[in-house]
């Protein structure tokens, strides 16, 4: 298989640390790949059109994306436990809580983007503020139900453990453990298992 990514995308970590807690790290050839909303990679879009990383290549030849897809494929091809379950309230669980992780990631990259891309003069107070709203009711959300993070290693775990790794990589929303100190004691741990230390982001 064959792995676009980038070091720095929170999309790709998930993937990443998918593939490393399935085992199937070393059957993927990783390809680093430059994307940026403001600089179309025209090359690139023959494998994934909307010119985001990731993209998959697998061993048939075929190209998926995005990061669920990729995810949900490397955890059907391994016979150990299931980062999704295959059914039941659980598997609905963790679809969510990678929703809730994923929509989080897509409006700290909404703030990435205008603060890192934009010209000074030409961002948007009220867009940021909005964007930062998103993530503090997500990150709420999750300290409020946090229970749902604890049991066997899961899609959602890794989702939300990636989200917040790149939020205080790039510090893009402030001080997100104010106020949510049982999130803050469980990604302690989480991020100390080794796929999270192997792939942790790199600017």
């Not at 436990?81 to 929703?99: D, F, Y």
């Not at 290693?153 to 997100?176: H, P, S, T």
């Not at 004691?185 to 230390?197: I, L, N, T, V």
């Amino acid at each position: 298989m064959k792995l676009f990514y980038s070091t720095a995308s929170p999309y790709v970590r998930k993937v990443m640390v998918t593939a490393i807690e399935t085992g199937l790290d070393k059957k993927i050839e990783t390809v680093p790949t430059a994307v940026a909303p403001h600089k179309p990679n025209l090359d690139y879009a023959r494998n994934n059109p909307l010119m985001k990383v990731p993209a998959l290549v697998t061993d048939g030849g075929e190209t998926l994306y995005d990061s669920r897809v990729i995810c949900d494929y490397l955890d059907s091809l391994h016979d150990g436990a299931k980062l999704i379950p295959l059914s039941g309230g659980g598997r609905w669980q963790v679809l969510r809580t990678q929703a809730l992780s994923d929509g989080i990631l897509d409006a700290g990259l909404a703030c990435r983007y205008e603060t890192a891309l934009r010209p000074t003069e030409k961002q948007w107070p009220d867009w940021l503020s909005g964007q930062h709203e998103k993530i503090n009711q997500g990150f709420d959300a999750l300290e409020a139900d946090i229970d749902q993070l604890g049991g066997p290693i899961n899609l959602g775990q890794i989702a939300v453990a990636c989200a917040i790794g790149w939020l205080e990589f790039r510090n893009v929303a402030g001080d997100l453990r104010k106020s949510r100190p049982k999130l803050f004691k469980w990604y302690e741990a989480f991020a100390k298992r080794p796929s999270m230390a192997a792939t942790a982001p790199k600017a």
